[in-house]
């Protein structure tokens, strides 16, 4: 129901696609693969969640618990391209005052390349 | 005549629809669920996509929750599950036998301000509200009977 | 997961639908009953073209008869026609306040063996007693209530 | 909801094509021009049912009138191509007993050009 596809650019950046269903049973799927890939050590890192076609809650506890340890660790995550319905949720959640939620990959980046020391 | 994908069922008469569905309270039932809802709801109803994420939200977040709290480890039961459809609404009746629980009197989580103090759950019963139109709650023969309503 | 256009509604859970129509006794209301039928019921039930085709054709009977011989003329009535889709069958069931009338006890048309003595007419009530599955006829608060029922 | 298409042919034989609904509005829309073409004269008479959708008593009652007119005046009607629905109707009522139906115009053609005297 859910799968992630990962991409590291020689920019720092480490890009992870989220793709499909972030229910209970996706979430499941995936979680240990996404926090291994974003939450192990200080990183800048893009959730592209262009593919996503629903978010539950126990979706956006991922979000927060890779965006809880960057924070801690000095570096940060984004969101990138949520469509509607997803970004939707993430609003009603409060997540968008939390982690920020871009439209476009070069604002994306830059806010990681300014936020998160070398 | 041709009849649109979504948002209008023909409207020649008056149309009601019920669509029925019984889960064990275990985890690997959710995958019925969204089929249910994403394959049998969303064509039989033909409502917007909009409409088809709001009941998969709020039905995905209630059943969790009753799967994840509502019974004793190791106790089998059913939850079932009622989706209406009748003139512009989707009424969603979901039927337990957990211990009393209403979704509507919980405090309403405060969504926290920094990611510092931000709390990791408390966020399902924010999200049914929101996307609820209305709400009943009912304790009947020691089940707990979940009403939600969605104008479409 | 596709969803196949027709003798097929998706089954992961239980699926009753419900379509009501009320018609004027006149003629020219005949034209709403087979679009109902041909777009509502047809593309809500997802039954094939062969069971569209009977149920149109015992509704153009039973209601032309309504129509014809319930009511003495000029009386306006409504007539309450119900699709109910449920579990492999669907059952129609049309109420009228006109005069008692019983389709499922008048003696069987005999059908003639040469044009010489054919009667023009005497056929809608074979017609349906053929193509239903079941009939029962009540009389009840001053109306006829007929319920058909036919497996799909 | 129904229409006819008439086409008078040399070898003596009218073709009638009724398309779309012979229900009690269909029919009612039809049926003066129907008979007016069918029954007024002896006549040899194919009525091709190829692209009749709908076929309840009150059509069937058509077919009968003008059946019934052509045996007193010595001609003949045969029915052409009806649809398996409709086809079913026309059998359940018994009418293939009374009009004969036909999958090939040559065989319906060859039945009226031996039934009917000129
Ligand atoms: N069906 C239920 N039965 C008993 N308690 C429940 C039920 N649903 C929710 N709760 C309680 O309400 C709390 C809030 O639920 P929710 O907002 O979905 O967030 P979360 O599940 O992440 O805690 C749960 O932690 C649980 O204590
Ligand atoms: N709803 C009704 N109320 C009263 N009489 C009826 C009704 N329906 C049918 N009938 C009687 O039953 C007879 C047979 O009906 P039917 O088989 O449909 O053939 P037809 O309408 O061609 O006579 C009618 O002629 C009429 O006398």
């Given amino acids: ?118 | 005549m041709t009849v649109s994908t979504h948002n209008t069922l023909p409207h020649t008469g008056t149309t009601e629809i019920l669509c029925y569905l019984t889960l064990k309270n275990k985890f690997d039932e959710l995958n019925k669920l969204s089929v249910w809802i994403n394959n049998d709801i969303s064509t039989l109803f033909k409502i917007s996509e909009r409409t088809v994420f709001k009941v998969d939200l709020i039905l995905a977040e209630l059943i969790a929750n009753i799967i994840s709290y509502a019974y004793p480890s190791q106790c089998e039961s059913e939850i079932v599950i009622k989706c209406h459809y009748f003139q512009d609404n989707i009424r969603i009746d979901i039927e337990d036998s957990g211990i009393p629980f209403n979704p509507l009197i919980t405090p309403d989580v405060v969504l926290p301000q920094s990611l510092e103090e931000a709390d990791i759950g408390g966020l399902g019963i924010h999200l049914i509200r929101h996307y609820m139109d209305e709400g009943t709650y009912q304790r009947k023969d020691n089940k707990n009977i979940f009403s939600v309503r969605l104008k479409i």
């Fill in chain 1, 1 to 118: 129901m859910a799968k992630l596809e990962i991409q590291e650019s020689d920019n720092g950046i480490k890009q992870v696609k989220v793709i499909g269903r972030l229910d209970i049973l996706g979430t499941g799927e995936v979680e240990t693969s996404f926090t291994a890939h974003t939450a192990g050590k200080k990183e800048k890192v893009i959730v592209d969640l262009s593919e996503l076609d629903f978010l539950a809650s126990i979706g956006i506890r991922l979000f927060l618990i890779t965006a809880k340890a960057q924070a801690k660790r000095g570096g940060k995550i984004v969101l990138l391209n949520p469509k509607p319905l997803v970004e939707d949720t993430l609003v009603t959640a409060g997540i968008n005052l939390l982690i920020p939620i871009y439209n476009d990959l070069e604002l994306a980046s830059d806010d990681l390349n300014s936020a998160v020391s070398e």
